[in-house]
């Protein structure tokens, strides 16, 4: 009989082992294989992913559009003591608050792709050197819409109409060569956001060069 009984709990307890792998088993397939396996398939791709989400026109669009943006703020900045136009010196104060925010923003984009802010000395953008100054004589040909270094001790050195009337001129010139830049980022660029950035600087800017050509038309 003892025989007996513990040859049959034995085998019980076999069953009860064998069973419970099982169903040991069966939940790491349906946890491993479903959930988190897929979370670590997941969480392994971001890197590699968010890596490929910038090219090398989305860091050439932010190196070059910064040093823009900079000029066209150090003209904005000499419109309250220089301009007479009201409406001048408010696009001015305009331009200032939309773009000085863009360069903190295309700085810290550059500082966390591993990219130097500053601009290369080989700085021509693809696309972009076809199109040089828009007519403005001593542009830089490098980068569309910069003034030259003379155009902005000129522009430093002017007040009351000649000042705006320079400054409307120059700063549509300036725009013109933003959208240029812009447009080519929407076009080539990988990452959401400069393309985004880029889409918002070109229908602001284009809005912009209307205001400022309607105030040349009446100086």
């Not at 010196?89 to 773009?99: G, N, R, S, T, W």
């Not at 409307?168 to 060569?177: D, L, S």
């Not at 880029?198 to 800017?205: E, V």
Request: aromatic share 2%.
């Amino acid at each position: 009989m003892k025989p007996t009984i513990l040859r049959r709990a034995a085998l019980a307890g076999v069953a009860l082992s064998a069973l419970l792998g099982t169903a040991a088993c069966g939940g790491a397939d349906d946890t491993g294989g479903m959930t988190h396996g897929t979370g670590s398939s997941s969480a392994a791709g971001a890197s590699p992913s968010a890596d490929a989400t910038v090219n090398d026109a989305d860091v050439m669009f932010a190196q070059m559009m910064i040093p823009h943006h900079q000029q066209a703020v150090t003209m904005a900045d000499l419109a309250p003591t220089r301009a007479n136009d009201p409406e001048l010196k408010a696009l001015a104060a305009k331009i200032k608050a939309a773009q000085d925010p863009e360069i903190a923003t295309m700085k810290g984009w550059l500082t966390a792709w591993g990219k130097p802010t500053d601009l290369p000395s080989d700085h021509s953008m693809p696309g972009m050197s076809a199109t040089p100054g828009h007519g403005m004589p001593g542009m830089d040909s490098g980068m569309p819409g910069m003034m030259s270094e003379q155009q902005m001790k000129d522009l430093a050195a002017a007040n009351g109409a000649a000042f705006d009337k320079m400054f409307a001129e120059m700063m549509i010139a300036h725009h013109k060569g933003a959208i240029d830049m812009a447009r080519t980022e929407q076009a080539d660029g990988s990452n959401p956001e400069a393309k985004a950035l880029a889409a918002r600087i070109a229908s602001d800017q284009a809005a912009e060069v209307q205001t400022l050509q309607k105030i040349l038309d009446r100086l």
